[in-house]
Each structure stands twice: as C-alpha cells, then as structure tokens.
C-alpha cells in the first residue's frame, strides 16, 4: 500500500459520498451532533462513537485537518473545523487556511491510504 496526505479532491468525494445517506446529509451543514464543537479539548480520535460518519471517525470538529490542496502559494487548505467553534459555523464541510509552516494545538491530520 501506499499512503498519502489527504487531498481536498479527496475530502469532497468523502463529502458526496454522505451526502447520498439520507441519514446523515443534515449534518454537512450543521455537524454539531457529528463532532467535538464547544469544548476546550480536543479528544482521543474514535473515543466517542456518535462522531463517526460512514464508519469513518471525527471528520467533523475536534481538530482542523491539513489536505494537500493549496490555498494560494503559501497556504495550504485546512478541514472540517475544530473543537472551540460551532457545527453549524464550522461543519465537516468548513474549510479555512493554515500556513504549512507553523505547527499548532488545533491542527491534525488524515492519511488516504491506497491498497
């Protein structure tokens, strides 16, 4: 297998794929019930079962997420918002920017891994 950071392509296809579940559409633009939002902390990834989205845990707040997509020449595109805001303001949707270059408390990340 082979692993990379996550591309925004990528996040968007995740996006279309829940937005086919009847389910859990709601929650692309309101992911309060969906993740971490209104808490001081960031949590353990997978420690709460409700996050989860198709069997994949904690796309929405908790932690921004870096992706590969560029932003412009210095930044590079952050997802899915992060534990101190709100899920209507920063749902699993939200998208924001980050300089690549500076680490921080309220950024993480995904790996794409193809097998």
Request: aromatic share 16%.
């Amino acid at each position: 297998g082979k692993s990379t950071l996550c591309y925004g392509v990528q996040w968007d296809a995740v996006m279309r794929w829940i937005n086919r579940d009847s389910n859990l559409s709601r929650y692309l633009t309101d992911s309060t019930e969906k993740g971490n939002y209104g808490t001081n902390n960031p949590i353990p990834t997978g420690s709460n079962e409700n996050y989860k989205m198709k069997n994949i845990y904690d796309m929405a707040g908790n932690v921004w997420e870096w992706t590969m997509e560029a932003y412009n020449t210095d930044l590079r595109v952050i997802r899915g918002g992060y534990y101190v805001y709100t899920g209507s303001d920063f749902p699993v949707t939200g998208r924001s920017d980050g300089d690549p270059y500076r680490s921080s408390y309220d950024i993480g990340f995904r790996v794409a891994l193809y097998v």
